[in-house]
């Protein structure tokens, strides 16, 4: 599946996105897919997930939600976090690019992606802090996006006054959320509460628990990548967007 480099325009600058298109489109209004990235950029491993949805028959985008930094990286997901500077950085701008700046750099994706010829509905998903950004979009968008899923995503029920799990009542599409089996960004407390807010909500919804599984095993390029835990996902994500974005 080729991949096409793109510019966003937001109302922030210009975000750098990666665009897949399926070779075989489904008849009828065409359904697209957003991935949101985890916390250490555009770089192969989410590329080779494109190409996959893609050829599922989304067209896929893959946007940089780190542009308002200009040049960084390239990172390394495996070695990142041990070199104390490049944690700093990551850390502060994954602090920096807030629920509300996504909710606003939403808006422009879902504008693009249908330039790009996805004029159905839209599938979100994250990994790690992409899976709170995923749970953003889909409140902030919720005529358009008719699936979300979050994997081993971090603080999606926390206490800060943006956490998702504030927002999901404006939710109108499915939502799957996949925990990594312990993981101390998203305890079992918030995921208790997750579900909660989402039952609460009437949002059609799953939160699984992947045990054995920890943080960032669905993204290749990771330490902890399990394959078959990602075959897992792969499968969970799939059957959600094909009975939801048909």
Not at 53 to 63: D, E, F
Request: hydrophobic letters at 40%; a negative charge.
């Amino acid at each position: 599946m080729a991949k096409q480099e793109i510019e966003i325009r937001t109302e922030d600058g210009v975000a750098k996105a990666s665009l897949f298109l399926p070779v075989k489109p489904p008849a009828g209004a065409q359904p697209g897919v957003i991935l949101y990235m985890d916390a250490f950029g555009l770089r192969p491993a989410l590329d080779d997930m494109g190409a996959r949805l893609a050829g599922a028959g989304y067209v896929v985008l893959i946007p940089d939600l780190f542009y308002r930094f200009g040049d960084y990286g390239p990172l390394d997901a495996k070695t990142a976090f041990s070199d104390p500077e490049t944690r700093d950085t990551i850390m502060r701008m994954m602090k920096e690019t807030t629920s509300d700046k996504n909710r606003r750099d939403s808006g422009s994706f879902i504008e693009a992606i249908t330039r790009a010829g996805a004029t159905g509905k839209i599938g979100v998903v994250g990994y790690c802090m992409g899976g709170g950004r995923a749970l953003t979009a889909a409140a902030a968008y919720p005529d358009r996006i008719a699936a979300a899923a979050s994997f081993h995503g971090g603080n999606l029920a926390s206490d800060t006054p943006d956490s998702p799990h504030r927002l999901v009542s404006s939710i109108k599409g499915r939502v799957y959320i996949g925990s990594a089996g312990v993981d101390r960004s998203f305890p079992p407390e918030q995921s208790a509460r997750l579900a909660e807010a989402l039952r609460a909500a009437e949002v059609d919804h799953i939160v699984e628990n992947y045990v054995g599984m920890a943080h960032g095993w669905a993204v290749s390029d990771h330490g902890v990548y399990d394959e078959q835990g990602a075959e897992r996902h792969w499968t969970r994500l799939t059957t959600l967007f094909a009975e939801c974005l048909s």
